[in-house]
């Protein structure tokens, strides 16, 4: 019985198929940032943990957002 040709191929380097999937730039916030959230609204950054974490104050509650900040978006 012969194996099959399709797990031996090998794919060609100009090939549309080998694109390589976009890398979106991680978010990065400073002290005083305005930002918008999809749940809280407008806010002020209010501390910042390198990768981690941000504190936003969103009038009347403080929230600290993990990373990745998918909901959070500076203006």
Do not use: C, I, W
Request: hydrophobic share 35%.
């Amino acid at each position: 019985m012969r194996t099959s040709r399709a797990a031996t191929r090998r794919s060609l380097p100009g090939s549309p198929f080998n694109v390589p999937p976009q890398v979106e730039p991680e978010k990065t916030f400073a002290l005083h940032d305005l930002v918008t959230h999809d749940k809280y609204g407008l806010g002020v950054v209010l501390d910042v943990e390198e990768g981690v974490a941000v504190t936003v104050d969103f009038r009347p509650l403080r929230v600290r957002t993990l990373a990745p900040y998918s909901k959070l978006n500076k203006l």
